[in-house]
């Protein structure tokens, strides 16, 4: 039997469809990604740290504690200072801070430094001290800890890592906005718990910039002989009464901390990024500054 014209056509149809369906079967459709692939076997992982939990007397539960040694720890004769980093967890800032001490200690150009990053649970609670500002209390309801946490730091984590690793030298102590907050307060208030501070962009809005205004008292007190301070401030964000506002508490920070009497050093930057940008850049060069090469 012999198709009649008009169906001749119509089977040329079927047929062209059951071959273009077979060939898209066959092959990957066009703009769509492939399966992924296995891994090839014989990898192995890329490890630039170890992590510990500490159990904490003073915080009632354990926290997580993230090591960096440097590439010649393993010999026994050398001690290294120690950087103590705020927000130290594996998706917060433990990553890129090690990778900058690395960087920073390359060639010889710079020393080495154990990093001890100390994760956070409840920064909004760990690093914040009361405020009087309602406000403040409705935007972070779980505020207040940091006396606390200041004393779990030195009374508990120090000397747990002194007596686990080689640490030698000068102690530091870093973190960024409401860590940095954190960082400058304990240096105001009890500037024996470190030798160094790295203050980057911290929250000074806090408390209405009661920080800030009670940095010039703060600084009056003992303890600050040769303790060290680099401070970073991001560029202020608008609105322009805002960015005003943050410059204003900035300035005075940065004049309260470089006028002190009392032996304290200080560097402050403006390497001239916004508040989300900033870290990174403050970091290698408060590196350099307190870790370059003896």
Do not use: C
């Not at 102690?171 to 980057?200: N, W």
């Not at 040769?226 to 506002?245: K, L, S, T, W």
Request: aromatic share 8%.
């Amino acid at each position: 039997m012999t198709d009649s014209p008009d169906r001749f056509p119509q089977r040329l149809r079927r047929l062209a469809g059951a071959l273009w369906l077979t060939l898209a079967l066959a092959a990957p459709a066009v703009g769509r990604a492939a399966p992924p692939a296995s891994p090839p076997e014989g990898g192995r992982p890329i490890v630039i740290g170890t992590s510990y939990g500490l159990a904490s007397a003073i915080l009632g539960d354990r926290r997580r504690v993230n090591v960096y040694l440097p590439e010649h720890y393993s010999d026994p004769t050398r001690t290294f200072p120690v950087l103590y980093l705020l927000d130290g967890g594996e998706t917060e800032d433990f990553h890129h801070i090690t990778g900058l001490a690395q960087i920073n200690a390359a060639y010889g150009a710079g020393q080495e430094v154990i990093v001890i990053g100390v994760e956070g649970v409840d920064r909004r609670h760990d690093l914040t001290s009361p405020s009087a500002t309602p406000a403040d209390r409705v935007r972070l309801p779980t505020s207040g800890g940091a006396a606390a946490y200041r004393r779990f730091l030195v009374e508990e984590l120090k000397p747990w890592v002194a007596a686990h690793f080689r640490a030698g030298g000068r102690s530091a102590l870093m973190g960024e906005s409401l860590a940095g907050l954190f960082v400058a307060e304990t240096l105001l208030r009890t500037p024996g718990a470190f030798d160094d501070y790295v203050i980057v962009s911290p929250s000074l809005w806090w408390d209405r910039g009661a920080l800030v205004a009670e940095a010039a008292f703060d600084l009056r007190r003992t303890g600050f002989q040769g303790r060290r301070a680099v401070v970073a401030f991001d560029a202020p964000a608008p609105p322009a009464e805002a960015a005003a506002r943050d410059r204003a508490w900035q300035d005075r920070l940065a004049d309260a901390l470089t006028g002190s009497t009392g032996g304290l050093t200080t560097t402050v930057l403006r390497p001239g990024d916004g508040h989300a940008a900033v870290y990174h850049p403050a970091a290698l060069l408060a590196f350099r500054r307190l870790f370059g090469a003896p």
